[in-house]
């Protein structure tokens, strides 16, 4: 399970550096749309070969502010896209890292979207804190 996600974690950066050259080569706009294409096109093969058809029921039944998660996936994906060949690929994604693991604790914390609640207590906090500093120190100046 933990490899998995660090594989995944592997694969942001990746990710990143690979659309935003394709963006300096045809627009940060048409590059995300590339991308994006190609992962429905992806993830439509795997949902079938594994589930089959997807209920529309089950979909039409979920709260329809879940699915603007799709319009999150976006603006990141052009953010970074735009973003990653003028500040670095390494400076542009330690400050996703530092967006995530606030919003990650609090959505911890409170149990928002249906998450597992794990209250932020001074432990978590002090870590929180460490990954900050270490972002930091990473990517300051020599």
């Known amino acids: 399970m933990y490899g998995v996600m660090i594989v995944a974690?592997?694969?942001?950066?990746?990710?990143?550096?690979?659309n935003a050259s394709l963006?300096?080569?045809?627009?940060?706009?048409?590059?995300?749309?590339?991308l994006l294409t190609v992962g429905l096109i992806a993830t439509t093969c795997i949902?079938?070969?594994?589930?089959?058809?997807?209920?529309?029921?089950?979909?039409?039944?979920?709260?329809p502010w879940l699915f603007l998660a799709g319009l999150a996936m976006v603006f990141y994906i052009l953010?970074?896209?735009?973003?990653?060949?003028?500040?670095?690929i390494g400076p542009a994604i330690l400050c996703v890292l530092l967006g995530q693991i606030i919003?990650?604790?609090?959505?911890?914390?409170?149990?928002?979207?249906g998450a597992v609640k794990s209250p932020l207590d001074l432990k978590k906090l002090i870590g929180i804190c460490l990954m900050?500093?270490?972002i930091?120190?990473?990517?300051r100046p020599a």
Do not use: K
């Open 103 to 113: 919003c990650a604790a609090l959505i911890d914390h409170f149990g928002w979207f």
């Open 47 to 63: 949902a079938i070969a594994l589930n089959g058809l997807p209920d529309l029921n089950a979909m039409r039944a979920a709260p």
């Open 23 to 34: 963006g300096v080569r045809i627009g940060a706009p048409a590059s995300v749309m590339s």
């Open 136 to 139: 930091y120190l990473a990517r």
């Open 79 to 88: 953010s970074i896209t735009w973003l990653a060949p003028r500040m670095g």
């Open 9 to 18: 974690g592997v694969g942001i950066p990746v990710m990143a550096a690979m």
């Open 132 to 134: 900050i500093a270490g």
